[in-house]
């Protein structure tokens, strides 16, 4: 346990304990405690902690050269990595801008968006449209489009004007007479009313998570919302921004999630699984569409990080990439994905305190309530995520509960993103353990509930 530090921590009051290795799925403290990572960090660590495959990519990228700077050199890697990227992409999607992390993938996706309607003469469009419950990241470009209300508050005065809709939630906001497909379309079309309120001519673009990751704890939007929300992106000449940064590179049991929706975007961000938390690696893929009209227009997208293409970290996110194919870990993800679906179930259905479990892949969410019956959060007061990640965390496993998952202050979640060479039998440990975890946590309070 560290106990003074020069760092500014997230929390800055409070002790860390240090970690000082990982064993495949597992992460080891300085006193030798081992933690199981169930949620991969905050759904980062899609391969574990020490992937020998990866690690000796690493290792030989910095032996031949470690980064080249991207105004002058381009580098094997990062062309190898773009290779294997767009191999997979969505149709239409072939170019590929590389950064180091989420949040910089969504500014490239903002500034690479506006750049093409300026070049394309359509200047008045400058509004992107996202949704309530959904986060894009911390920088204020990102900031601004994302609608955790939680985390806009205090900077609300910096941010740009955003225009927001309503995420598609159905475990709150289905009504009863609703089938989930009627519903999934109701939602969907706000954006078709939002987009005729703001004018069609100044928006760029609709900015969203295929499925909603740390706001919200996992929310799987209702079928056939997809397709209608590419439908209204169309007939309105607006663009489509899939934030796969937590749900993509294969989270979902496919390379990106948005082919579970049979939905084409013109610009996808990832991060998270792209380098695995081996290194930090972030990219912006976009349409040919997109990308013609600014190399037959300026000939350069504005824009530019110092580490962007940065050859080690490609280096290893080729190598995370590779692993999970040539390892078949999509599949993996699929079936212990399922496993940890019934798993989830099997303890928790019953449980006073869980309302809703929902998932794919290997990408897992519980809302927790004070009542099954209306649903009622938990008084936000009793820190009730917090707790449960540090029962989670004395019993050795590591989840990522969050709150503020209704609307930004009530609710509370657990979010679960363990890595794809997850097994069987950490599957079993991980829910026995989470059981433990809640229950340990619910018992502090009982006085209080
Ligand atoms: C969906 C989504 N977008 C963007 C980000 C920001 O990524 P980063 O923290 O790497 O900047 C996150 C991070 O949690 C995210 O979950």
Same mark, same amino acid.
């Given at each position: 346990?560290?106990?003074?530090?020069?760092?500014?921590?997230?929390?800055?009051?409070?002790?860390?304990?240090?970690?000082?290795?990982?064993?495949?799925?597992?992460?080891? #403290?300085?006193?030798?405690?081992?933690?199981?990572?169930?949620?991969?960090?905050?759904?980062?660590?899609?391969?574990?902690?020490?992937?020998?495959?990866?690690?000796?990519?690493?290792?030989?990228?910095?032996?031949?050269?470690?980064?080249?700077?991207?105004?002058?050199?381009?580098?094997?890697?990062?062309?190898?990595?773009?290779?294997?990227?767009?191999?997979?992409?969505?149709?239409?999607?072939?170019?590929?801008?590389?950064?180091?992390?989420?949040?910089?993938?969504?500014?490239?996706?903002?500034?690479?968006?506006?750049?093409?309607?300026?070049?394309?003469?359509?200047?008045?469009?400058?509004?992107?449209?996202?949704?309530?419950?959904?986060?894009?990241?911390?920088?204020?470009?990102?900031?601004?489009?994302?609608?955790?209300?939680?985390?806009?508050?205090?900077?609300?005065?910096?941010?740009?004007?955003?225009?927001?809709?309503?995420?598609?939630?159905?475990?709150?906001?289905?009504?009863?007479?609703?089938?989930?497909?009627?519903?999934?379309?109701?939602?969907?079309?706000?954006?078709?009313?939002?987009?005729?309120?703001?004018?069609?001519?100044?928006?760029?673009?609709?900015?969203?998570?295929?499925?909603?990751?740390?706001?919200?704890?996992?929310?799987?939007?209702?079928?056939?919302?997809?397709?209608?929300?590419?439908?209204?992106?169309?007939?309105?000449?607006? /663009?489509?921004?899939?934030?796969?940064?937590?749900?993509?590179?294969?989270?979902?049991?496919?390379?990106?999630?948005?082919?579970?929706?049979?939905?084409?975007? #013109?610009?996808?961000?990832?991060?998270?699984?792209?380098?695995?938390?081996?290194?930090?690696?972030?990219?912006?893929?976009?349409?040919?569409?997109?990308? #013609?009209?600014?190399?037959?227009?300026?000939?350069?997208?504005?824009?530019?990080?110092?580490?962007?293409?940065?050859?080690?970290?490609?280096?290893?996110?080729?190598?995370?990439?590779?692993?999970?194919? #040539?390892?078949?870990? /999509?599949?993996?993800?699929?079936?212990?994905?399922?496993?940890?679906?019934?798993?989830?179930?099997?303890?928790?259905?019953?449980?006073?305190?869980?309302?809703?479990?929902?998932?794919?892949?290997?990408?897992?969410?519980?809302?927790?309530?004070?009542?099954?019956?209306?649903?009622?959060?938990?008084?936000?007061?009793?820190?009730?995520?917090?707790?449960?990640?540090?029962?989670?965390?004395?019993?050795?496993?590591?989840?990522?509960?969050?709150?503020?998952?209704?609307?930004?202050?009530?609710?509370?979640?657990?979010?679960?993103?363990?890595?794809?060479?997850?097994?069987?039998?950490?599957?079993?440990?991980?829910?026995?353990?989470?059981?433990?975890?809640?229950?340990?946590?619910?018992?502090?309070?009982?006085?209080?509930?």
């Amino acid at each position: 346990m560290q106990t003074t530090t020069h760092i500014l921590h997230r929390q800055i009051r409070g002790t860390l304990p240090v970690a000082i290795g990982g064993d495949g799925p597992y992460l080891i #403290d300085s006193e030798g405690k081992r933690y199981l990572d169930a949620s991969g960090g905050a759904a980062v660590s899609c391969l574990g902690h020490s992937h020998p495959r990866v690690i000796a990519a690493i290792k030989n990228q910095v032996e031949r050269l470690a980064f080249a700077h991207s105004s002058f050199f381009t580098s094997e890697p990062a062309e190898s990595l773009a290779d294997f990227l767009v191999e997979r992409a969505p149709p239409a999607i072939e170019h590929v801008y590389f950064v180091s992390g989420g949040s910089e993938a969504i500014e490239a996706a903002l500034k690479i968006t506006r750049q093409y309607f300026v070049e394309k003469g359509e200047p008045r469009r400058y509004k992107f449209i996202s949704r309530r419950q959904s986060y894009h990241g911390n920088t204020l470009g990102a900031l601004s489009v994302g609608g955790n209300m939680w985390r806009r508050k205090p900077f609300q005065p910096l941010l740009m004007a955003s225009y927001h809709i309503s995420p598609c939630y159905p475990y709150r906001d289905r009504k009863p007479e609703e089938t989930l497909r009627q519903y999934g379309l109701r939602v969907a079309d706000e954006l078709e009313a939002r987009i005729q309120t703001e004018g069609p001519e100044t928006v760029i673009a609709f900015v969203a998570e295929p499925i909603v990751g740390a706001s919200a704890g996992v929310l799987i939007a209702a079928p056939g919302y997809w397709p209608r929300i590419r439908e209204i992106c169309d007939k309105y000449g607006v /663009l489509l921004i899939l934030d796969e940064v937590m749900c993509g590179m294969g989270r979902t049991g496919t390379w990106f999630a948005c082919e579970h929706e049979n939905t084409r975007p #013109d610009v996808v961000a990832i991060a998270k699984g792209l380098g695995a938390g081996y290194q930090p690696i972030g990219a912006m893929l976009c349409s040919n569409d997109i990308y #013609d009209s600014i190399s037959e227009g300026s000939g350069f997208f504005q824009h530019g990080h110092t580490y962007m293409g940065h050859s080690t970290a490609c280096a290893a996110a080729l190598a995370v990439q590779s692993v999970i194919e #040539d390892e078949n870990l /999509l599949h993996n993800v699929r079936a212990r994905g399922a496993e940890l679906g019934e798993e989830l179930r099997r303890r928790f259905a019953e449980h006073p305190y869980i309302g809703d479990i929902r998932g794919r892949g290997l990408f897992w969410g519980l809302e927790l309530v004070a009542d099954r019956e209306s649903k009622q959060p938990l008084d936000p007061a009793l820190n009730i995520h917090e707790r449960i990640k540090q029962h989670a965390m004395s019993l050795g496993l590591l989840c990522y509960p969050g709150a503020g998952t209704i609307d930004g202050e009530r609710g509370n979640h657990i979010l679960l993103a363990p890595p794809f060479i997850i097994t069987s039998e950490q599957v079993e440990e991980i829910g026995e353990k989470l059981a433990k975890a809640i229950d340990q946590a619910f018992l502090a309070v009982a006085a209080q509930l």
